[in-house]
């Protein structure tokens, strides 16, 4: 395999309320990566549209999720933060991916089954086509690590596979081309610590999510200090005692997740957090854990809050940062064209 310069992409989604699921099992992860790696993250508009979205909505969505990259510590100067519709290079590098993508693996997709439901017939084919359009993301920039949720691990696999074929089926074009051995890399998903997955407070066997229509279900970044308390205090708990080993935490969804919780926002382990806190009980560990999520989130939300009421300033660090991705999304893309045998001016 050829040697690829390490680089880092991920996305998120302007989908509205970002949540402390997309905090911990990925922003904070886009955070440490900073120190080591060149960075690109995304907001993902193109993929936002495969279900229904009220464009004002969006618009604001789109501003929502910048600002949160850049109050949570990400520095779009050092790095680069944009939206993907302003680099049209994933769409067309999408399209070349539908074509390398076979129906089979597309069908196997648990996520496109969840999202699609019963009424699958009437699902956008966007919806269906949807990881195609994250490797050609992830790819067009022929990056090679990814850090996301556990939730995103299949999806990561598939582009993987879309590489590999690629590389397969125009191994001869590519060598012609002057590359070694292989074009793409195969992107490897980071996915890793004690919050890949973050439940719902309000039953630790459903995923934190964005659409969930309890808000008590899950911690806004924009939810102040009332808020977050009060949301920790009502979660769902069993009426044990914490256990001291990790052990015990199994088959106890809820407080596997609070602990789970705790131990990333304190950057540490369950292992560790049950340690200090093993024999309490849940009202003593909630207080604490409410004081750490407030003395955490809080300064995010508020920071968030300042940026959002700067457009112009957001609006700018998206064009800076679509200009610098669309640069190497073009070399890419015109690499693609030839290896294709497309003719090109
Ligand atoms: P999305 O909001 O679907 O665009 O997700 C953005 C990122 O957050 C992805 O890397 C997801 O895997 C991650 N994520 C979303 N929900 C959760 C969750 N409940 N726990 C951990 N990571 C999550
Ligand atoms: N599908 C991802 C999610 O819902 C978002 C996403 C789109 C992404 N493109 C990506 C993540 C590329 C990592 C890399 O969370």
């Not at 949160?68 to 302003?86: L, R, T, V």
Request: aromatic content about 8%; some cysteine; proline content about 5%.
């Amino acid at each position: 395999m050829a040697h690829f310069k390490e680089l880092v992409f991920s996305g998120v989604q302007p989908t509205g309320n970002l949540h402390l699921g997309n905090y911990l099992g990925a922003i904070v992860k886009f955070v440490d990566l900073q120190k080591s790696h060149d960075c690109i993250y995304c907001v993902v508009d193109l993929h936002a549209i495969t279900v229904a979205q009220d464009p004002l909505q969006l618009t604001a969505n789109i501003r929502e999720v910048t600002a949160a990259f850049i109050a949570c510590g990400i520095d779009p100067k050092a790095h680069i933060i944009f939206n993907q519709s302003q680099v049209p290079e994933h769409a067309e590098l999408a399209w070349v991916f539908n074509c390398v993508a076979r129906l089979g693996w597309l069908n196997r997709m648990t996520q496109f089954k969840e999202k699609a439901g019963k009424d699958r017939e009437n699902a956008s084919v966007g919806l269906y086509a949807y990881p195609a359009l994250m490797a050609a993301d992830i790819l067009v920039y022929r990056a090679t690590h990814v850090p996301v949720g556990e939730d995103q691990k299949q999806h990561l696999e598939l582009s993987r596979d879309i590489a590999q074929k690629f590389n397969n089926d125009f191994a001869e074009s590519i060598a012609r081309n002057g590359f070694n051995d292989a074009f793409f890399p195969l992107p490897e998903p980071l996915i890793q610590g004690p919050a890949t997955r973050v439940m719902s407070l309000r039953d630790g066997t459903k995923k934190m999510s964005k659409s969930d229509p309890s808000d008590y279900s899950r911690i806004n970044l924009t939810d102040d200090a009332d808020a977050i308390a009060q949301k920790v205090r009502k979660a769902k708990t069993d009426p044990e005692p914490l256990p001291s080993e990790l052990e015990g935490l199994k088959a106890r969804p809820e407080a596997d997740n609070l602990v789970g919780i705790f131990a990333a926002l304190n950057g540490t382990s369950k292992a560790d957090i049950l340690l200090e806190y093993g024999g309490a009980q849940f009202s003593t560990f909630k207080s604490a854990l409410v004081d750490l999520s407030v003395a955490k989130l809080g300064p995010i939300g508020a920071e968030m809050k300042r940026l959002v009421a700067d457009q112009a300033y957001i609006d700018a660090v998206l064009a800076d940062g679509s200009e610098r991705a669309g640069a190497k999304a073009r070399q890419t893309m015109n690499a693609v064209k030839d290896i294709l045998g497309f003719v090109r001016r």
